[in-house]
């Protein structure tokens, strides 16, 4: 719903238009498209990433883990963001 809002403001309400927009191509809606699947992406699956890394290498919490905890722990979450 917001991905639609923002694109009928921004981009122009030709985009989301009912059954008009089928099939509707510009570069700059595609450039839209691909850049909200990057940041939906990265705050989804990068928020998840993050919390199973500090779940599995600092189970006490931030002030308890070592430093070699630490590592892993962004070892891994960065290995996962590629």
């Not at 989301?16 to 595609?30: I, M, Q, W």
Request: net charge neutral.
């Amino acid at each position: 719903w917001l991905c639609g809002a923002l694109s009928h403001h921004h981009i122009g309400p030709e985009t989301v238009a009912l059954d008009t927009s089928r099939g509707f191509e510009s570069l700059t809606h595609k450039a839209f498209l691909r850049c909200t699947v990057l940041v939906l992406d990265l705050i989804l699956y990068g928020t998840a990433c993050y919390r199973i890394s500090q779940s599995l290498f600092c189970m006490d919490g931030p002030s308890s883990s070592s430093l070699q905890q630490r590592v892993q722990a962004a070892s891994v979450f960065l290995t996962a963001m590629l």
